[in-house]
């Protein structure tokens, strides 16, 4: 904090609080207390109970958990393999060229996913390439938005590094495969658990998309809880959301050990 009087560091600290709390903290705390309660007293869930996770860790919302975790795993490690080549790519091109790159590989992003989803969907749904009605046709969708951000992370990551290194491996002879495989890879390899962390974080949220193009045998855990909420089951699709929130947590706990790992090598 920059802020170096006791006076001032009080009053950052309490417009943070008056920031944070009602915003950010405020309202999962309201879903968290709503899965553990059965009715709303006045403006507050009531009537403890754990009926609604006995049911969110079994049968079909256990299904759409695991859904929702192959479906992040496997566009996460999607995105980063795209993403890392194309932001070494780019290291190697002209100015002009790596604008149009960035340009290309931000689009989806530019645009609401619901329109990444309907041109997937318009895309992949006649032959030769027929995804439409698969669980293929979920993961190219959180592909193609994740991408943009391992892309992104990747890049900026390549602007830091400093270049004496690859030229040492070069002066005692390495070839451009060997400094790319044990230089170069290797003092990226903290960006690049941030760039699978954050893909992760976003395909294991993603719904607008999704409700385009899921089929009934590939149901993600965003959409249960929609259309638990949808129907009228709150505490229920509460506790599927603190169940999404907690996965969520516990993978990007497991990638931020190892990124403090790599950053020490």
């Given at each position: 904090m920059l802020v170096h009087s006791r006076t001032g560091k009080w009053t950052a600290w309490a417009l943070f609080a008056v920031l944070f709390v009602p915003l950010f903290a405020l309202p999962l705390l309201v879903i968290l207390a709503a899965s553990f309660s059965t009715h709303w007293s006045g403006a507050f869930p009531s009537g403890p109970t754990a009926e609604h996770y006995t049911a969110a860790v079994r049968g079909e919302s256990l299904q759409a958990l695991t859904t929702s975790l192959v479906t992040a795993v496997t566009a996460s490690l999607l995105a980063l393999t795209i993403g890392t080549w194309a932001a070494l790519a780019a290291s190697a091109l002209r100015t002009r060229g790596r604008r149009v790159l960035d340009a290309l590989f931000m689009l989806p992003v530019a645009v609401p996913s619901v329109v990444v989803g309907l041109a997937v969907l318009v895309a992949f749904s006649q032959p030769p390439v027929l995804l439409n009605g698969t669980r293929w046709i979920v993961i190219l969708a959180h592909t193609v938005l994740v991408t943009a951000f391992a892309y992104q992370s990747v890049s900026a990551a390549i602007l830091r590094l400093d270049p004496m290194y690859e030229q040492a491996a070069a002066s005692l002879g390495a070839r451009p495969s060997y400094v790319l495989l044990r230089v170069k890879l290797p003092l990226l390899l903290p960006s690049l658990n941030a760039a699978a962390g954050l893909c992760f974080a976003l395909s294991m949220g993603?719904?607008?998309?999704?409700?385009?193009?899921?089929?009934?045998?590939?149901?993600?855990?965003?959409?249960?809880?929609?259309?638990?909420?949808?129907?009228?089951?709150?505490?229920?699709?509460?506790?599927?959301?603190?169940?999404?929130?907690?996965?969520?947590?516990?993978?990007?706990?497991?990638?931020?050990?190892?990124?403090?790992?790599?950053?020490?090598?």
């Open positions: 993603e719904l607008s998309a999704t409700m385009m193009l899921y089929p009934p045998d590939w149901l993600p855990l965003p959409v249960l809880i929609f259309t638990a909420t949808d129907r009228g089951s709150l505490f229920t699709g509460s506790a599927l959301a603190v169940v999404l929130m907690a996965a969520t947590l516990l993978v990007l706990l497991a990638v931020s050990r190892i990124r403090t790992k790599a950053s020490y090598r």
